[in-house]
């Protein structure tokens, strides 16, 4: 069947692309966060369709369609926020030195309103933003971090991860569809792509809790769950439609 | 037509529950974020479907799959998100509560490291910590905020968010479709679709940077350049794919 040239035409690039990434730092979380997310919207997707169309060529399309939609608005997306960030950090952080250059006593005043909060009082107040005023770096790095909230982002680290879950989702994603590709019928690929991505889910859901320091049994029926729902309603609602058409 | 009776009674339904999360507070960031990203996805989806299938009621069947799928991930999502923040909070605010009880002193050699960093001198260092450990509460939120990085998180805020990103997802996945409610063929509905979608994508954009204080002009042309790049990207592929099918 010529789906699985393409399958495997697919599986290549991928392959490839795994070695493009990987000199410029592909991050295990980014991938698994981009792999658990890419399973979930394709698959559902695709089981939406199952319940309403007759072939499994128009499901695999549209999962296509979607997965590049989906990796696109994804990494096109980070790429631009963490630009963004960036471009926010800078300008608050100008802000900053200029106010401690031109109204250094309304600043001393907000660092001591920080520490007036925790009961330190006014005598260590003041001694404080002495030694704080010192070294006008020093101080509005402190107020960055104290006052804003702010830490300098990483640019270079951002756009990597975007690119990273990019890939990563449309790895993710291409596994529900995968089975479409070796079945007849929408039904047929829907039962084993559901056995497959549910498998699935539960696998990446327990890394992606493990590496984002969640208890991963827990964070894997999350994971799980949100999938299974998504695909339920989204194979309910197709269906409902697809009559009414 | 029975499609514009479909889209009236959606509309309805929409604004039916516009009216239900008033009263938990929608905020007006969440409406806006959700509508924007709501918009993206389904547009393109659609216009990939468009140069592949022959049907508006397929790209219409798919688009309502897609819209339902991805509301439900990004509000279940969110909903579980706000629940493991907060769980994660509590863990180590008790442990937080743990390390000010049995460890004392390596927790005051944490808060003096802190303030070593910003050029305060030792003695000081001493004085902020003896003030600092009089309260065990002030001193564990201290740590919290300033060695941990963490704020309380606020889960109904949280979930209240989720709910109504997910619904906007809804609202302005539907923009872009209901062009195919109203046409003939996907050619003609991908032409309206896009105009459509083009000036709401550029709208959403730009009064999302306003809620989120980024420059609304630059803002409005990520947001669209997102949304485009996107759906032509889908259309080409799965176009492409569609070919060989």
């Known amino acids: 069947m010529i789906y699985k040239n393409i399958l495997s035409s697919l599986l290549s690039f991928l392959f490839i692309s795994t070695f493009f990434i990987q000199p410029v730092q592909a991050n295990k979380t980014d991938i698994v966060i981009g792999m658990a997310d890419g399973l979930t919207v394709p698959f559902a997707l695709a089981a939406g369709l199952s319940g309403a169309v007759q072939s499994n060529a128009i ?57 007036s909060q925790y009961g330190i ?26 006052e804003l909230g702010l830490e300098e982002p990483d640019v270079n680290r951002a756009m990597n991860s975007a690119a990273t879950i990019g890939i990563s989702y449309i790895v993710g994603g291409l596994i529900p569809l995968s089975a479409y590709f070796f079945t007849r019928t929408p039904f047929q690929g829907l039962l084993i792509s559901a056995l497959l991505t549910v498998i699935c889910l539960f696998l990446f859901g327990y890394f992606k809790s493990k590496v984002t320091g969640q208890p991963p049994l827990k964070g894997a029926m999350k994971v799980t769950l949100i999938g299974v729902t998504a695909a339920a309603a989204a194979f309910l609602v197709a269906k409902a439609f697809n009559s009414v058409l």
Chains 1, 2 share one sequence.
């Open 59 to 115: 499901v695999i399309t549209a999962g296509i369609a979607e997965i590049v939609a989906g990796s696109i608005a994804m990494g096109l997306g980070g790429y631009l926020a963490g630009k963004t960030e960036q471009e926010h950090f800078q300008s608050e952080l100008n802000r900053e030195y200029e106010e401690v250059e031109n109204i250094p006593e309304k600043e001393k005043e907000e660092v001591k309103l920080i520490f």
């Open 121 to 146: 009082n006014e005598r260590t107040q003041n001694i404080i933003v002495d030694e704080l005023s010192n070294d006008k770096h020093k101080w509005v790095d402190f107020m960055m971090k104290y």
